[in-house]
């Protein structure tokens, strides 16, 4: 699926609600937005940047799990 970026100085993250049904998630969960290079090939070589959504109270539960 393709979407649209936009952006807001209001610390909100706005995702299709469909996909926040889809994943269990619930309107004003916290979350953070990890950033990471990515990079490939035999010299390991800088690719892109890429975005990740992280719910926090799933990353905190996998955290005491791993403890």
Do not use: C
């Not at 952006?7 to 889809?22: A, G, Y």
């Not at 619930?26 to 950033?35: L, Q």
Request: hydrophobic share 30%.
């Amino acid at each position: 699926m393709s979407y649209r970026l936009k952006s807001t100085s209001l610390d909100i993250v706005n995702i299709p609600r469909d996909t926040i049904e889809e994943l269990g998630w619930k309107i004003h969960d916290d979350v953070h937005v990890i950033i990471a290079e990515e990079h490939f090939g035999k010299n390991n070589e800088f690719t892109h940047n890429t975005i990740s959504i992280e719910r926090v109270e799933d990353y905190n539960k996998y955290m005491e799990e791993e403890e």
